[in-house]
């Protein structure tokens, strides 16, 4: 019942999802990209050979693309005559697959759950498994993906409470739904378990696949931009924000100031149509206010935007002290393992649901300091640029969890390994 249900609302709900889709074309125009492939006019490159084997892998968006590209690299490795197909959400997920992987996979948007469109997606690129990645859990493409035959998996799962208690409300099609699951590869036990309540029969921890993604040396080469701008003074980066983050990071930066008043901030929003808009936010409370795509905007800056894509690593190679976003505000925090692979001191916000596993580990070895409010960020932003000895000793301790987690990938390899 719960199914049809489910199928009746989501039938409805088409036409006025198409409308949000132009309305956020309007404010983006990357979003117009792929509409057509969404709602089920595959496309299939030339060259596709239906003939070899083929593995849909399903992301989202940046966060859950960059799981995927070790897992995709990997299978392609094992087996070089696979094919793979990527699918994602979002343009910022399009453009990480294309820029990490290239034309080693197909990428294609992802086709709405829909019977009709998954049906027709399915008989185009006859794929032989479904790898869902994260929480990506869609009740018609797991029903039509095991009903022909496919081995369904899903990597790097990751199920906070929040998204448990929704999942939760519709238990009868949350069950029915996970039991078609091959094997549910949990980043942590608490996740394990939580998809084991709402009944997940296969449930293993293997950890997070962005750990093998961050397996790094720490070489990575500053912008020369910001490097300039920088001298010798002491750099903040706060990467990923998110809206409504920002005033409460130039509160932050106000009480650091105080203490630190030579101290620069460069923040990165999360999402390409903010730039503008968190750029006349700063300059609005008084800070001069530099942006990449304006180099000449850096001689007198005192906080800079980062108004690029694909540069994160290099604005945080600059930095003396990181800021991960989504913290301060309600959406479970982003991405605390780039720094802490840089060896950088972390900071963040209490909410952090989305990291959450990887926030205890890291706070746990003394490498992250979580803040309540941004009158105590701001203060612990004083402390760590007093202190340079704390800081390369939190710095030393994200790189060492990082090593210490390297067994994601091989883990998920070998459930994998283990469907027919």
Not at 34 to 48: A, K, L, N, S, Y
Not at 77 to 92: G, K, N
Not at 180 to 202: H, K, N, T, W
Request: proline content about 5%; hydrophobic content about 45%.
């Amino acid at each position: 019942m719960q199914r049809a249900i489910y199928n009746i609302l989501f039938s409805v709900a088409l036409p006025w999802i198409c409308l949000r889709l132009l309305w956020r074309s309007r404010r983006s125009p990357a979003w117009r990209r792929g509409i057509g492939e969404r709602f089920g006019r595959i496309r299939v490159p030339e060259d596709f050979d239906e003939t070899r084997a083929t593995i849909w892998i399903h992301a989202v968006s940046v966060g859950e693309t960059m799981a995927a590209v070790p897992l995709a690299s990997a299978l392609l490795a094992e087996a070089p005559d696979l094919q793979i197909v990527l699918t994602t959400m979002t343009p910022t997920g399009a453009e990480q697959a294309r820029r990490q992987l290239g034309g080693r996979v197909v990428h294609h948007y992802a086709p709405y759950d829909s019977r009709a469109i998954i049906a027709r997606f399915l008989r185009a690129f006859r794929p032989q498994m479904l790898i869902l990645m994260e929480t990506e859990l869609w009740p018609n493409t797991i029903d039509l993906a095991r009903r022909q035959g496919l081995g369904v998996v899903l990597a790097n799962g990751r199920l906070s409470e929040k998204s448990w208690r929704g999942y939760a409300r519709l238990r009868g099609l949350t069950k029915a739904m996970l039991r078609q699951i091959d094997v549910v590869c949990a980043q942590s036990e608490a996740d394990a378990e939580r998809f084991r309540e709402l009944g997940a029969d296969a449930v293993r921890v293997t950890g997070s696949l962005k750990f093998a993604l961050h397996g790094s040396n720490g070489r990575v080469e500053p912008l020369a931009l910001i490097a300039r701008w920088k001298r010798n003074r002491q750099l903040i980066v706060a990467a990923s924000t998110r809206e409504g983050e920002e005033p409460l990071l130039l509160q932050a930066y106000r009480e650091c100031l105080a203490g630190h008043p030579q101290a620069l901030l460069l923040i990165v929003p999360r999402h390409p149509e903010r730039f503008d808009r968190v750029c006349r936010l700063c300059a609005g409370e008084g800070f001069a206010t530099g942006r990449r795509s304006l180099p000449e905007s850096f001689a007198k800056a005192q906080v800079a935007i980062g108004d690029s894509m694909g540069e994160m690593m290099r604005y945080l190679a600059s930095a003396d002290v990181a800021f991960v976003g989504g913290s301060l505000v309600d959406t479970g925090c982003q991405n605390v393992l780039e720094p802490a692979a840089l060896g950088l001191p972390i900071t963040v916000g209490a909410s952090r649901f989305n990291f959450a596993a990887a926030c205890d580990l890291l706070e746990s070895a003394g490498a992250l300091r979580s803040a309540a409010n941004p009158g105590e960020l701001g203060e612990i932003w004083r402390e760590l640029l007093a202190r340079p000895g704390l800081r390369e000793r939190m710095g030393e301790s994200g790189k060492a969890v990082i090593a210490d987690n390297q067994h994601a990938l091989e883990r998920t390899l070998a459930e994998i390994r283990r469907l027919p």
